[in-house]
């Protein structure tokens, strides 16, 4: 290997991430920009809402951007001399439904400088417990993100909204993210097929692979926006896919057992920065029919 060579395999682009910023904990921003930061890769880091932590604690102070300020911001953006350095966007919990209209406007803006850029919508809308953000807002995220989104990682019951399906198995949730839209779907907290066990689904391409793992209870908020960041961060690294799921759903089940056992009510990210670059956990790889195998004689 050439000295230019090792110099283009050692530099990586850089991805956006646009999501909530918490002063305290490992949620939104905070989760995502540490997993890439610590996989390699320089992060531009946009708040869409700043809390002083997340509000599942306690009741928290919001502070969303102005309209104005927050279009004037991805202005600037839009017209960054360095957007050709950027290889990805990866856009989570937005503070409000006007926020929407500027991360796709930045995504096209990315795109142009770098045709071959990834965008990455986590649809942060709800829960088990139903929507958490305002209907305009859910109604936004669909209509103007996950529709031009190359990849989607909603949680299973944000793909049953978006979807408007009911999911009651992983056959039920391969069908309704088949038809979503972006060429990949990643569906954390999917019905595994191991009893006593949680899964994380990638369909694409036809295809269906399904990374469970034991499921432990009372997990802290942020799973979802370390999943999404370290899935794309394998992604740019060129794993194939099986691989890149296994390799990030090791890393957050690794992460989330170590939490638990220190009894932190915070994913604690920074103990734990070597399961991100080399996960050990065991997890069980398997596949799950998708459609198109289901038509194959």
Same mark, same amino acid.
Request: with cysteine; charged share 20%; aromatic share 4%.
């Given at each position: ?124 809308? *709800?829960?088990? $417990?139903? @929507?958490? +953000?305002?209907?305009?807002? =859910?109604?936004?995220?669909?209509? %103007? /993100?996950?529709?031009? #989104? ?45 009893? *006593?066990?949680? $899964?994380? @689904?990638? +369909?694409?391409?036809?295809? =269906?692979?399904?990374?469970?793992? %034991? /499921?432990?209870?009372? #997990? ?78």
């Amino acid at each position: 290997m050439t000295t230019d060579q090792q110099k283009n395999r050692d530099i990586r682009p850089a991805v956006i991430v646009i999501s909530s910023h918490v002063v305290r904990g490992s949620v939104g921003n905070r989760a995502a920009v540490f997993a890439l930061e610590t996989l390699g890769f320089p992060v531009w880091a946009l708040p869409t809402v700043v809390l002083p932590w997340h509000p599942g604690h306690s009741r928290a102070t919001r502070i969303v951007p102005g309209k104005d300020e927050f279009t004037a911001l991805i202005d600037d953006l839009c017209g960054a001399s360095w957007l050709g350095e950027v290889g990805a966007v990866l856009s989570g919990y937005l503070g409000n439904a006007d926020q929407a209209e500027d991360v796709a406007r930045l995504v096209g803006a990315v795109r142009a400088a770098n045709p071959d850029a990834l965008y990455m919508c986590d649809p942060v809308i *709800g829960d088990a $417990g139903g @929507l958490y +953000v305002p209907q305009d807002l =859910a109604e936004a995220m669909l209509d %103007r /993100l996950v529709a031009i #989104a190359d990849i989607a990682t909603p949680n299973v019951y944000e793909l049953a909204w978006l979807s408007g399906a009911k999911l009651p198995d992983p056959s039920s949730v391969v069908a309704a993210a088949e038809t979503l839209g972006p060429s990949r779907v990643l569906v954390t907290s999917a019905p595994a097929m191991m009893a *006593g066990s949680t $899964g994380n @689904l990638l +369909v694409s391409g036809g295809q =269906a692979r399904m990374a469970e793992h %034991r /499921l432990i209870p009372d #997990a802290p908020n942020g799973l979802g926006d370390l999943m999404s960041a370290t899935l794309l961060a394998r992604l740019l690294e060129g794993q194939p896919e099986e691989k890149a799921l296994q390799l990030a759903s090791g890393t957050v089940f690794e992460i989330l057992a170590r939490t638990a056992r220190r009894g932190a009510d915070e994913l604690t990210l920074e103990t734990d920065a070597q399961s991100l670059r080399t996960p050990m956990a065991m997890i069980n790889m398997r596949r799950v029919v998708t459609a198109a195998g289901r038509k194959r004689p």
